[in-house]
Nanobody
Framework: QVQLVESGGGLVQPGGSLRLSCAAS????????MSWYRQAPGKERELVAR????????NYADSVTGRFTISRDNAKNTVSLQMNSLKPEDTAVYYC???????????WGQGTQVTVSS
């Protein structure tokens, strides 16, 4: 059974930090590109950050570059998103997403709420 379980969301003040984690199971984690997406109320889901399989190459949305860092641990089947200097506009539900590196197979997590507010 495939599972992507996100954790680490919550309420934080502007300028604060959060670390999201996604624990994967039920598939071969190391051959999946891993990403974090987010969806704010009334907006479309958008890519926040992606990290590839073996090389670990990363790319980020312009809005989070320099503030967020994605990382993965293939031994523990986890992917994380370190979020610093958070802004109110970062408020959204954050989703973990796995995409097979060469097949049209993908999985979504259930999401974790991040709220940035004073």
């Amino acid at each position: 059974q495939v599972q992507l379980v996100e954790s680490g969301g919550g309420l934080v003040q502007p300028g604060g930090s959060l670390r999201l984690s996604c624990a994967a199971s039920g598939f071969i984690f190391s051959i999946f590109d891993m990403s974090w997406y987010r969806q704010a109320p009334g907006k479309e889901r958008e890519l926040v950050a992606r990290i590839t399989t073996i090389s670990g190459r990363t790319n980020y949305a312009d809005s989070v570059t320099g503030r967020f860092t994605i990382s993965r641990d293939n031994a523990k089947n986890t992917v994380s998103l370190q979020m610093n200097s958070l802004k109110p506009e970062d408020t959204a539900v954050y989703y973990c997403y796995a995409k097979h590196s060469w097949r049209p197979t993908d999985y979504w997590g259930q999401g974790t709420q991040v709220t940035v507010s004073s």
